[in-house]
């Protein structure tokens, strides 16, 4: 019976590959509320000056969470390719460059909205326009990290199912 007397490799192998699918599908689970449920809450308070603090609140633990999820999920996954042997391991491979490519995509992209709308009362002096135009804008960069999250889900997902038939 396979998995009985795993080898040290083989073990760490599936301890990686674990990681991943469970970091991936947090991760994209919580991208997608933000996306459908967390983002249009917030635009549909009833002021800006609300949006903004709403905002300041909740960033920084979303930030802190995602981006751990994003680093396990990526070099989890890295592990997991490098140490299998399965012919599908190419899977686990799209699986980390599309997480790597979160990591990558908010350093470019949402840092300097994130860094625009945190900077304590300067998002509200810009006025309300500023500040939906952004939280709008936000919100669809966080979306293609969003769909980015679900690819690497679907990779991961595939290579188990065709690991399993």
């Known amino acids: ?6 080898e040290g490799t083989e073990a760490a192998s599936l301890c990686a590959k674990i990681a991943s699918t469970l970091a991936a599908n947090t991760l994209f689970g919580a991208s997608l509320y933000i996306n459908l449920v967390e983002t249009p809450a917030r635009l549909s308070l009833s002021s800006t000056s609300t949006m903004v603090d709403y905002f300041q609140a909740a960033f920084p633990r979303a930030e802190t969470m995602q981006s751990r ?5 990526s070099l989890s996954a890295a592990i997991g390719w490098y140490l299998d042997t399965d012919e599908n391991k190419k899977l686990l491979l799209s699986a980390s460059v599309c997480m790597l490519f979160n990591l990558t995509w908010t350093k470019i992209t949402l840092k300097p909205i994130n860094h625009q709308l945190m900077d304590g009362n300067y998002p509200k002096q810009k ?3 500023w500040v939906t135009d952004n939280l709008r804008r936000w919100d669809r960069a966080h979306f293609v990290r969003t769909m980015s999250s679900c690819a690497a889900v679907i990779c991961l997902t595939m290579y188990w199912i065709k690991r399993s038939l």
């Open 127 to 129: 006025g309300d326009t």
């Open 69 to 73: 999820l994003a680093g396990i999920s």
């Open 1 to 6: 019976q396979k998995g009985i007397n795993m």
